[in-house]
Structures are given as structure tokens and as C-alpha cells.
């Protein structure tokens, strides 16, 4: 449907409020600065909590490697069990990229 240029927001409302970009001494008001803080902090926390759930999983993994079972059904268990924790190591890897990314995007 075809709109007419009168029905589209007007854009001096938006262009008359003051920029920080424009007055750099205003940019320590901003409040995206605190927020942008507190998300980073959010995810970090949530990484490191991940990662340190990956460390416990690889940590069963071993243990139940360690159970002394013979047989087909072992083999096959234990196949799945080490290619768990092939993703698990994997998954730590990248939560150990991830946490690096965000630590870069903290400082100055």
C-alpha cells in the first residue's frame, strides 16, 4: 500500500534533541554507557558460568569412563560419553573466546 509522505513521522522532533556525538563532554550522562556495562558483566558472569558447568560435565565424563563394564552396551556408552565431552571441550573453548571478546570490549 502506497503512503503518502504526510503520513510518515516527522523528523525535526528527532533532529533538534541534543546528540551525545555532538557534545562529548555529555557522553558521561549517557545512560547506554551504564547499561552497556551492566550486559557485559551479564554475560560475562553467564559464561564463566557455563564454562565452569562444561568443566564439571567433562569431569563425569572422566568418571564414568572409569566404570568398570565390558561388553558391547559399554562401548557404545562410552562412545557417547566421549563425544559428549569432545562438544563440552569444544563448547569450553569457545566460552574461553567468547569471555576474551567481551573482556576487549570492556577496556578503554
Known amino acids: 500500500m502506497y503512503r503518502s509522505s504526510s503520513s510518515?513521522?516527522?523528523?525535526?522532533?528527532?533532529?533538534?534533541?541534543?546528540?551525545?556525538?555532538a557534545d562529548p563532554d555529555s557522553a558521561g550522562s549517557c545512560p547506554c554507557h551504564a547499561r552497556a556495562a551492566r550486559c557485559r558483566t551479564l554475560l560475562s558472569d553467564m559464561?564463566?558460568?557455563?564454562?565452569?558447568?562444561?568443566v564439571h560435565l567433562s569431569?563425569?565424563?572422566?568418571?564414568?569412563?572409569?566404570?568398570?563394564?565390558?561388553g558391547r552396551a559399554a562401548?557404545?556408552?562410552?562412545?557417547?560419553?566421549?563425544?559428549?565431552?569432545?562438544?563440552c571441550q569444544d563448547q569450553r573453548v569457545q566460552a574461553g573466546r567468547t569471555l576474551g571478546l567481551i573482556d576487549q570490549e570492556s577496556r578503554p
Do not use: G, H, K
Not at 559464561?47 to 562444561?54: D, F, G
Open 8 to 21: 510518515l513521522p516527522a523528523l525535526s522532533t528527532f533532529l533538534e534533541q541534543p546528540s551525545y556525538l
Open 47 to 54: 559464561v564463566r558460568q557455563s564454562r565452569a558447568t562444561l
Open 59 to 70: 569431569e563425569l565424563a572422566d568418571q564414568a569412563l572409569r566404570v568398570d563394564w565390558q
Open 75 to 87: 562401548e557404545a556408552y562410552r562412545t557417547q560419553v566421549r563425544a559428549m565431552d569432545a562438544l
